[in-house]
């Protein structure tokens, strides 16, 4: 049977899944904030109705309370997971409805959190998708498709031995290939730095057109900007038509670097939401993710607290493909 490529995320959307922030012993004085950008960001992807339905997953009882007094709007599911971080753990759905379930091993084996490794399969069943599991460690989060079978990814994360040590480049794309239908894959060399990840390319780059790839644009005294100049090479070597979207710079939490970064926007169906950090190229960057979305709006959120747990919106959001 062919297997089809997940559509692009600026296809439509029946749904979003959302993690929301749960547990008290991770995200410390963060949680309350964390779950107020959560919830903000969730009412922009809704938008009042004219956006898609907005699931939000809590991990227990109280966590699931507090979710809908802050998103009336919103679903909330009950499911234990270890975080938010739904684009790496959730289900990876395919342009046939089908899911694939990768196995995750805490981000090489960083973060070994109850639930992570089975949120998934839950997600996908409760939604009545057929879910196929792909024996190999694979995270959402580190790779971004044009819908097309186009792919773009980090050789950081995805060559990183700490996920997948006995597999090389042509069986990682063999693997790609018979999984996920994807047909080419781009490399990118490095992630941002700091980011725990690995590298995930979402934070990194992003497209944003069948063949059309964002990247960042190095802000003064960027502690990343040699690794764009490598993903600009890399891209326009594969043939990608590349745009550029202002960087957030160097970003600090505690005197310490952190992978703050505006390409881990959201594309939702009235809306695509952009991270920000109160950096000086917040509105330069929401201007130009405006010019790439003509048909919806951009929409800037600050997401200083999720940062502290080492992501942003599209990191914790997964959508669910309409019509398949």
């Not at 991770?26 to 107020?36: K, M, T, Y």
């Not at 938008?47 to 007094?69: M, S």
């Not at 390409?263 to 330069?284: C, K, Q, T």
């Amino acid at each position: 049977m062919t297997v089809v490529p997940p559509p692009a995320e600026w296809a439509p959307h029946d749904a979003v899944w959302i993690g929301f922030p749960s547990h008290p012993e991770l995200w410390e004085e963060d949680l309350d904030p964390a779950r107020a950008e959560v919830a903000a960001f969730a009412r922009a992807v809704h938008a009042e109705g004219r956006g898609e339905t907005v699931i939000l997953v809590a991990a227990d009882a109280e966590a699931g309370a507090a979710a809908r007094t802050m998103a009336p709007f919103a679903e909330v599911v009950v499911e234990p997971f270890g975080d938010i971080w739904l684009r790496d753990t959730g289900p990876i759905l395919l342009g046939n409805g089908e899911a694939c379930d990768f196995g995750f091993n805490g981000w090489g084996g960083k973060y070994d959190l109850p639930g992570d490794d089975t949120i998934g399969l839950r997600l996908a069943k409760q939604r009545g998708r057929r879910v196929g599991y792909c024996n190999w460690v694979l995270e959402g989060g580190a790779i971004d498709g044009d819908g097309t079978g186009v792919v773009v990814t980090t050789e950081q994360c995805l060559l990183n031995p700490n996920r997948n040590p006995t597999l090389d480049k042509a069986q990682i794309e063999a693997r790609l290939r018979d999984d996920l239908g994807l047909t080419k894959v781009v490399w990118l060399g490095d992630g941002l730095l700091n980011d725990h990840t690995d590298g995930h390319v979402d934070n990194l780059a992003r497209f944003v057109g069948e063949g059309k790839l964002a990247l960042p644009e190095a802000a003064e005294n960027d502690p990343n900007w040699q690794v764009y100049q490598h993903a600009l090479r890399d891209a326009r070597a594969a043939g990608l038509e590349v745009v550029t979207i202002p960087s957030p710079g160097r970003v600090l939490r505690d005197e310490e670097v952190v992978p703050a970064s505006y390409m881990n926007f959201y594309i939702g169906n009235a809306a695509v939401v952009v991270p920000l950090y109160g950096a000086e190229n917040d509105e330069a960057a929401v201007r130009a993710v405006q010019a790439l979305f003509a048909d919806r709006e951009a929409v800037g959120l600050r997401a200083d607290h999720i940062l502290t747990g080492g992501g942003s919106f599209h990191c914790i959001s997964q959508q669910i493909p309409a019509g398949a």
